[in-house]
């Protein structure tokens, strides 16, 4: 929240510090007089003066002969004021860490744990079309997007804010799952386009097929200009799955998902399945954008959260660009950082 004011009303930001250093030091000092106060904040008597004024005349502070003094409603406020700040510090750095530590350009984290709490979703969706809308310059610009659960919310959240001064063209990075027709990436694509009055170009085609005819798929003209347009994108957005519910919803078969658990898998995206250290040890035929084009494209957002996807999250994005935005909750962020512990 505070990284918003400060980006929109960075003058209102800077009054709320103003305010909550005053309040702080009556609340430590008190009671205190408007020369002390003065030299402890280091504002002019005269400032000083203004602002007493409205923090009286919003009841959080009093005045008697010896001093000024925090209200009860004064008292509530700074610890508010104080807990916001703090978190919104605490998430910096929490941000700064993690970027560093998964070798990335940056991530961004909201606060709380998604496999608790389904709002979270929402609020990474919200923060993703943040990131989006910064990374994006104006024009022409292609967005190729994967599908899922995680992105078809993202898609939930966008408006025409997103399309505005810009010619977007939404494209699906992967063919049909084949299960839920809401979340496969053709139809996200396509709602995209509608929530920002942007374009989609479609990729009708399996995602996986057999080795045999992957090629000549290949070689069909819609597909293989649908594929150029993909790896033409400004920017690639998207989420990591964990490996045994990412096979299932693919159909795999039996003997596949054993050897998964056998090579201990715990992260998919785009047809690969990684193990801890980051290693690929099964691959599918897809059709789509594949991972080694990833670093081809400018702009990498991904968004994935929940303590659940920690270990998806950290291992596969050892193999991911440096110009990687991931977008987090704190829960993810702790799990892999330091084992589930908040950040010290």
Sequence with gaps: MLSIIKKVLPDAYELLLRRYHILNVISQEGPIGRRLLSEKVQF????????????????????????????????????????????????????????????????????GNFDKDYRILSKMAERTIEVINHLLGEGEQIIAVMGGTTLNEVANHMDANLGYNRELLFVPARGGLGDDAMIEANVIAQRMAQQTGGQSHGLYAPEHVHSRIYEELLKEPEIKKTLQIVESASLILYSIGTPIEMAKRRGLEEDTLKLL????????????????????????????????????????????????????????????????????????????????????
């Design 261 to 344: 658990k056998e090579k201990e898998a715990v992260a998919e995206a785009f047809g690969e399945f990684i193990n801890k250290k980051g290693e690929v040890i099964y691959k599918l035929s897809n059709i789509g954008l594949q991972s080694s084009s990833l670093k081809k494209i400018k702009h990498i957002v991904t968004v994935a959260g929940g303590k659940r996807k920690a270990n998806a999250i950290n291992a596969y994005l050892k193999t991911a660009p440096s110009h990687t935005w991931l977008i987090t909750d704190e829960a993810a962020a702790n799990e892999i950082l330091n084992g589930g512990n908040p950040l010290k």
């Design 44 to 111: 002019t008597e005269r400032s000083i003066r203004s602002e007493v004024e409205i923090l009286k005349e919003a009841h959080l502070i009093s005045t008697t002969k010896a001093g000024m003094l925090l209200t009860a409603e004064g008292l509530d406020t700074l610890n508010q004021l104080r807990e916001l700040l703090e978190e919104e510090n605490y998430l910096l750095e929490l941000q700064n860490k993690l970027a560093k530590h998964l070798d990335i350009q940056s991530c961004s984290i909201v606060p």
